[in-house]
């Protein structure tokens, strides 16, 4: 077995610490891991990726475009920007709030629109899955929270190697303890949406 998650967003969304949290289960499930991540002006909300490849024979973190079994989408844009990377089995994660770039908060340009970045992400996939994963993290008591929604429900998606109970330590043990409660209860909040979901 060979697993590949792609993980993409911008800088301040918790790309890097979902990708963290994902690597450190798949070890501690006696994986063999690899990693790496590609991040331009990442603290000024510039575009970040991040490959995490496990299983037998894994010697390199590098995938061939097209070569994910899992694309999690933090935000919408870089979620279409690298939809090259998912083929027509790939599940797909896709997270409905928007981070704007300042051209776009400053009114000199347009967001693109949030349905027909839906629909291009369908025609190379039917396995998605779409989340408001910041709304429900605020719900869970801040929007900090959203990559804990985004890894509870990857934890909840059919066929995901990693089980619920080890994502869900390995989280606990990669944020500050005063934040553990927040992230937990953003993380069950997620699982139990990606559960009532139909892929």
């Not at 993409?8 to 610490?17: E, F």
């Not at 079994?69 to 870089?78: I, N, T």
């Not at 998606?157 to 330590?169: R, V």
Request: charged residues 20%; proline residues 4%.
């Amino acid at each position: 077995m060979r697993y590949t998650i792609q993980i993409v967003g911008v800088g301040g969304q918790g790309v890097l610490l979902a990708s963290m949290v994902l690597g450190s289960a798949a070890m501690n499930a006696g994986y063999k891991v690899a990693m790496s991540e590609v991040h331009g002006m990442a603290q000024r909300g510039g575009s970040v990726l991040c490959t995490l490849r496990f299983g037998d024979g894994v010697i390199s973190p590098l995938e061939s475009s097209g070569g994910a079994d899992l694309l999690m989408g933090f935000e919408p844009v870089e979620t279409c920007r690298n939809i090259f990377l998912a083929n027509e089995d790939t599940k797909i994660l896709m997270n409905l709030d928007p981070v704007y770039p300042s051209m776009v908060a400053a009114g000199f340009e347009e967001y693109p629109d949030i349905d027909e970045m839906v629909a291009a992400v369908k025609e190379r996939t039917k396995n998605l899955v779409t989340i408001d994963a910041t709304s429900i993290a605020i719900d869970a008591g801040k929007a900090v929270a959203a990559n804990a929604v985004m890894i509870g429900a990857v934890a909840a998606a059919k066929g995901f190697p990693l089980s619920k109970d080890l994502l869900k330590e390995m989280l606990a043990k990669n944020v500050p303890p005063k934040f553990i409660d927040l992230n937990m209860k953003a993380f069950d909040m997620g699982y139990d949406y990606m559960s009532k979901q139909k892929n």
